[in-house]
C-alpha cells in the first residue's frame, strides 16, 4: 500500500467485519531521535482462533468468502520490517485482536503516513455504532479523539453528519501535527 493510513484503514475494517464495537488505533513517536513509530490498532472484535491466527500472515488465505487473497496484514508486516522494525498480532476468541507495527521512519524504504486524520474521519462517518479511541503521543505529549467523549460534547448532532466529520478530521490534523511536529 502507499501509505500506512491506508493498512490502518484495511485492519480497522477487518475489526468491523468481526463485530468490535471498540477500535482503538494509537500512533506513537519514539527512540532517540523521535524516528521509531509504532502504530498499534486494537479491537474488541470477536477475536481468531489458535488456527486462524497462525495463518492470517499468508498472503493466500482470508477468512472472507468475497475473495482468495487477504494481502492487507501481510503487507503492513513487510512494510515495518522493510525498514528494521517489528510486527506483532495478537488474538484471543472472544475478546479481540491487536495488531502492532514498528517503524522505523529514517529508513529510506519507509512508507509514508499518510493523513490519517481523514482515515479516522471517514471510519467514524461510516461506521456511527462502533466506537473509536485515536491516540496519538510522543515521549511528553499525547493527544486523545474518543468518539464516546464527542458523542457528549454534540449534544445529540450525528457523529456521521459532514460538517462534524469535517470538524473531527480537522481537530485530529491540528493535533496531529502537534504531536508529531510535522516530522511523519
Not at 468490535?20 to 477475536?47: P, R, T, V, Y
Not at 481523514?118 to 471510519?123: A, E, K, N, R
Request: aromatic letters at 8%; hydrophobic letters at 40%; proline letters at 2%.
Amino acid at each position: 500500500m502507499q501509505e500506512l493510513s491506508l493498512n490502518i484503514l484495511d485492519i480497522a475494517q477487518n475489526s468491523i467485519v468481526a463485530g468490535a464495537n471498540l477500535i482503538e488505533i494509537e500512533l506513537e513517536a519514539f527512540g532517540d531521535e523521535g524516528n521509531m513509530l509504532s502504530i498499534l490498532i486494537k479491537d474488541n472484535g470477536k477475536g481468531m482462533s489458535e488456527e486462524t491466527l497462525a495463518s492470517v500472515e499468508n498472503p493466500f488465505f482470508t477468512s472472507r468468502t468475497t475473495r482468495k487473497v487477504g494481502l492487507g496484514i501481510p503487507l503492513f508486516k513487510q512494510a515495518a520490517l522493510r525498514t528494521g522494525g517489528s510486527f506483532e498480532i495478537t488474538s484471543k476468541e472472544n475478546i479481540g485482536t491487536q495488531v502492532k507495527a514498528v517503524f522505523d521512519t529514517s529508513d529510506i524504504d519507509c512508507t509514508p503516513l499518510g493523513e490519517v486524520w481523514d482515515t479516522v474521519g471517514i471510519l467514524i462517518q461510516m461506521n456511527e455504532n462502533i466506537d473509536f479511541v485515536y491516540k496519538v503521543k510522543n515521549k511528553n505529549e499525547e493527544f486523545v479523539c474518543d468518539t464516546r467523549q464527542l458523542k457528549e460534547v454534540m449534544e445529540g448532532m450525528p457523529l456521521t453528519d459532514i460538517s462534524v466529520v469535517q470538524w473531527i478530521k480537522e481537530y485530529i490534523e491540528e493535533n496531529q501535527f502537534e504531536i508529531f511536529k510535522r516530522r511523519y
